[in-house]
């Protein structure tokens, strides 16, 4: 529903504006109430619409009715009424987010259409007609007063109302508030600015408007609209998006061309941030946040994005031995698990960018399923080895026209964690999760101002602030979850439908790429050659032999039996207590009872809660505390 932007007007004494006031009375000479105090009918009627709607609807159904009976006839009200009922439930689909409110709509259509036919067939005077009219308009009417969002709606046209004298109040003075629109989540509008204001002076009072206006502290946002200088963009949040995890609802993608959907920003609209287009080519990307903030989950997603384009490959870097992103394996194309390997990779990539510049016939290269782009996904990317930034440096800065794209995840975005200044120049799409600190998040994001990834809630992980091109609102983002269970079913959807690398990458990635190390057990469709894959020397070039074992230690952990839970709870807690004051890190507590991460850390956060761990000082380190001691001494 909008708002037109509203004249500032004075309340009469019944119907006292929902903010406070500072209206000053001469208090020497009593006001008389006079006529002029007294509102015109139909400036009430206007005023009070959206609680009258179910009344003006009354009112013109009967009306309705009555023109059906005279000039339609039955058979054409009932034509009439069929195509307004399915476009009803065709536009509610669209404009209605809750299931709820789509079904209101349907049922309201639906009953006015009925009543409607009726009243075509005995006419609109009809005693028991109008009676069930009567009837049924108070049972939809109740639904329509008791929703939320009417009631927001007339909070806010008041709040319009009274904008001036709040602006006055709030050192905003010559602002006007336009454009208000209620959404599920609150609502939006444009403040326009007096002279010489601008965004910014919008931010520093959110405290002092949100004191003025009776909200809750962090519910009102504002951030500068990129057409006018003059204008903010203000949003209040009564009900906040981010409060639970949001499932990945599991859509393919049509092609890697399509933005990736990231999740919803906190006025409910989605993020989405490209990660390849066919005029500036592939978007490099940097994931940066303190340890357990999302990072590895926002590398499912982009995972899930690339496994289902039918023009992308998946190659992943996993320097924690594979823990995050060895799911992934079956629909991988290359997954390097050690750092010799992830050089490898690296040295292969930079021989594919050079092979494909040089067959390239268009700027960018043309993404399709015979040339697919190839994604690389580098999880702890400030654990590679100084000897592969010069291949790193060489893909990043020229990949991007061809085809070759970089997401790097990393606790600490310093230039060595990435590898070098250029690396991180390259890296322009940027999603900061939670930091510490302010002053180590001002390597990620440009503003820390309007942005600030310290100020990220503990309990919020999977949230950020995102910059990319087309998603460079300062608005904090939920990322989708996309839990074990989805990464298993979008692997066994999509194992063996991924294209095959084009044969001038094949060949210029070399032996490295042939003798890849993979398993055939959770690859049975390598087995075979692809479609279009070139044979070398009797060997598909993309098919290790698996008699020959990779130059490195082979993929698969000793295999050792899983624990059961009360098994896995018990060796958590040993390692905590094993590890003393110094403490221990997440991925040495999931290989100590060989559980993944997402299982450490719900144990983690459980027992921080219960007081039994604490943050060691070291950056993601965890120590048990005495309670933990106590408790196991006492057993
Ligand atoms: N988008 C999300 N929605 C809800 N919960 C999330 C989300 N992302 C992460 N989490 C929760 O936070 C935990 C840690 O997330 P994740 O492993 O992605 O953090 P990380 O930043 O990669 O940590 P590390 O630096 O230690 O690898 C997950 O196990 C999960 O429980």
Redesign the pocket.
Known sequence: MRTRPTRPRQFGRRHQPVIALTVKRDRRRPRRRDRSDVEPLHVLAWRYRYYLAPIYLTFLVWGGGALAHRWLGTGMTLLVVLVAVAAAAFWTRRAHDRRVERAYTVVVAATVGAWLVAAACLGAGHPVLLRVLAVAALLCAVPWWAHHRIRSQVRVERTVAAWPSIAEATGLKGSKLVGVVVNTWGWTGRLTLAAGQTARDVMTKLRTVESVLKLPVGSLRAEPCPDRADVALVRVVHADPHRK??LWTGKPARSIAVPLEV?PYDDGDTCRVPLFDQVTGTHHALLA??????????LNLVACHVVTAPDALLWAIDL?GGM?LRPWWPVCDWLATTTSEAADMLAALRAVVDARGQVARHRVWQSSPAAPVISVLI??AAELPADVVADLESVARRGRALGVQLVL?T?YPTANAVGSTQVRAQLRTRAA?RFMKTSEAATVVTDTAATDPATIRKDR??CCFVEAAGAERPALV????VDDAAVAQVVETWRGRQPALDPVSARAAGTAYARRRINPEERPDLEKPRRGEEVEQGTSVVVAEPSEPARTPTASPPQQSRLTNEEAHAALRTALLAAGNDGTN?EALCEACGRR??WV??ELDALEEQKMITRARRH?YYRATRRLRQEHDGR
């Open positions: 995890t949001i999740g946040g303190t340890n357990g903030s999302g990072k590895s989950g926002l924690k995050e999880d702890e995840a606790q999760f992980p999977g939920r990322c989708y979850w997440v991460k997402t850390y719900r993601g």
